[in-house]
Structure formats: C-alpha cells, structure tokens
C-alpha cells in the first residue's frame, strides 16, 4: 500500500531569496543553502556540500540528518554531510519535515527525484546517487530506497546508514542497556510522533526494516557503534539484506562513545570520523560502476 500522497514526478530546481554560498576559494569547501519545489506547493531547504569534478563524475548522495523525529535540521547534519564531502562526494543534505509519516517520506523521495534530473549539473556526467542517512536520517534513507525500488526510479548505487534508527518497539538489549533505568526515551517519544497509528508501523514505508520483501534494493553500507543504542537494530537489518542477497558493508566502531549523538554537529568531535571515512570512500569505490570501454 503506497503511501497517502506521491511526490511530484518532476521537481525543479528553485533557489530561494535566502540562498548563499560560502568557501568559493579554490580548494576550500562549498556549501550552499538552497529551496527547491518538489511536488506542486511543496518546497524543501536542501544544502549543497562540495562541487562537480572536472573530467571525472562524484558520487552524489542525498542526506538525511538525525534527531529522532524530534529535532534536529541542515546544522545537526552538518557532521556527517561533511565527511560524505570529504570523501569525495557532492551531497544534498535536507531539510525534512519532521513528522508525520508519509510526509517525510515522500519529500525524500522528491527529493532523490530532483537530485536525479541535476546529477550531471551536481556531480557531473556518470554521477551516481546514494541515499544515507544517521539515527532517524537513516530510517528515511532506508525507507527511500524501498520506494525508489518500488517506483522502479531512479536507479541507485548504495544506500549508507550511520547510527540507523530502525526499531518502532524501541525494546533491543543494546536500546535497554543505553538507557537503563531512565524513565523518558527520545527514540520511544519519537516513533510516537512519527508514525500516527499503530498499524503505520506495518508500512515498509515507515519501516523498512520489517519490510517483508528487500530484493532489489542496492548495495548497503552500516555503520555503528558497540554500545551504541542502534547496535542491535542497525544490525540485524543489515544481516536481513544479506539474507536477500544484497551486497551489504557493515562495520562496527569501538570505543565509538556518544553515539549516536556524536553524529550531530553540536558534538566538537566525532569520534568515529576517521574510520567512517575510510568506509565511506571504499564503499564508494566498491559500488562505482566501471568506465565503459
């Protein structure tokens, strides 16, 4: 069952009064704020990180940031956006709204749609597009790339999830042993206000870890930490696409404290940053198709 409203097949480009750009020095990094219309009265604040190549094409992911449906905005993705630009990327980060489920959902994958029709603009001739997301981004992310497969459009090359929050029961051992004897929980409140009832929690939309069918959907990179409150669910989703047959990267951060909060710009250092970027980058590599010959 699809969600309530599709997005619109062809958004444009449309950068807004406020838009600017920064760090236009050769060498330094660009980032640009942005508004683009992706369905007929809908707009959506997007930031650009980095800058087409000449002569070769960059991967062109399309970001979702975290908050736990709760908070969170362009500045929260700052930190994750920002290695996804380190690594050689051109990326549209985005400004979703929040809650509630479909809207998310489909402003992601209008989204994706406009990042489709501007991959030569964005990332040049050959670009291919990800979808990545942490915490809650990562949900969306994953959640986008059932629609595309089901929409059969656009084609993608990877889907890469940080930290993913995957789980409306909110009951793993590694959720239980984060949050202890606490009485309020950010990811319980959250699912709360995303899904606006019970049986939303059945759509492969909202949650697409328990989508009953994962065949077709692409390459998959997962990263977490080990005590990491995602540990559990972000695993198994990822030994679920292996089960389909997909090609699926997972790596686990030791050590990697605060997570995933320490995915969020607001924290002055990740401490898995180095080793996400090795991941990313060799997964880029892994998933880039060959030059025709």
Avoid at 30 to 58: H, L
Avoid at 63 to 90: I, W
Avoid at 238 to 265: C, D, I, N, Q, T
């Amino acid at each position: 069952m699809p969600p309530d409203r599709s997005p619109s097949t062809s958004p444009s480009s449309r950068s807004g009064a406020s838009s600017k750009a920064s760090g236009k020095a050769a060498g330094a990094p660009q980032r640009t704020d942005a508004t683009i219309e992706v369905a007929k009265g809908e707009e959506v604040a997007v930031r650009v990180y980095g800058r087409k190549q000449p002569g070769k094409p960059s991967p062109l992911v399309v970001h979702f940031h975290g908050g736990a449906f709760t908070t969170g905005d362009l500045d929260t993705g700052c930190t994750v956006a920002g290695l996804f630009e380190q690594a050689g990327a051109v990326v549209v980060s985005v400004a979703y709204p929040l809650t509630p489920f479909p809207q998310p959902v489909n402003t992601g994958y209008g989204v994706l749609q406009w990042a489709f029709r501007n991959r030569v603009k964005l990332g040049g001739q050959g670009a291919q597009i990800y979808l990545a997301g942490e915490e809650a981004g990562g949900n969306l992310a994953a959640a986008v790339s059932v629609m595309a497969r089901d929409q059969s459009h656009p084609p993608l090359a990877g889907q890469i999830l940080l930290s993913p929050m995957l789980d409306p029961c909110v009951g793993t051992a590694s959720v239980r042993e984060a949050t202890g004897d606490a009485t309020g929980c950010k990811w319980t409140e959250g699912w709360r206000n995303f899904l606006r009832c019970p049986r939303d929690a059945e759509h492969p939309y909202a949650v697409p870890a328990t989508a009953h069918r994962l065949a077709g959907l692409p390459s998959t990179l997962v990263m977490v930490g080990d005590t990491d409150p995602m540990h559990d669910e972000a695993l198994a989703y990822a030994a679920r696409l292996e089960s389909a047959g997909l090609l699926v990267r997972r790596h686990v951060f030791p050590k990697a404290g605060e997570m995933p909060e320490a995915l969020e710009a607001e924290q002055r250092e990740c401490p898995c940053a180095e080793g996400a970027l090795l991941q990313i980058r060799q997964f880029f590599e892994d998933t880039r198709c060959p030059a025709p010959t």
